[in-house]
C-alpha cells in the first residue's frame, strides 16, 4: 500500500450559539477575526440546511 501526503489548504468550523450564549459567539468572532486570517460567514440566528442551531461560519 502507498502512502500518499494529502495538504490541506482550507478548512471551515461552525460556531453554534442559541440566544443564552450569542455574546460569548460575538466575543469569539471578534478574536477570530483580530488574531487570524479568517473568513467570518454571517450570523445565521435560525437553523439553516443540516445545522440544528443558530450559527455563523468560520473558513481557514
Known amino acids: ?3 500518499k501526503n494529502i ?3 482550507s478548512f471551515h468550523a461552525h460556531v ?3 440566544t ?3 455574546d460569548i459567539a460575538a466575543r469569539i468572532r471578534e478574536e ?3 488574531r487570524f486570517e479568517v473568513q467570518l460567514g454571517r ?3 435560525e437553523p ?3 445545522h440544528p442551531k443558530s450559527m ?3 473558513a481557514v
Open 32 to 34: 477570530l477575526g483580530a
Open 7 to 9: 495538504v490541506i489548504v
Open 16 to 18: 453554534y450559539y442559541d
Open 56 to 58: 455563523y461560519q468560520v
Open 1 to 3: 500500500m502507498t502512502e
Open 20 to 22: 443564552d450564549t450569542r
Open 48 to 50: 439553516v440546511g443540516p
Open 43 to 45: 450570523w445565521r440566528d
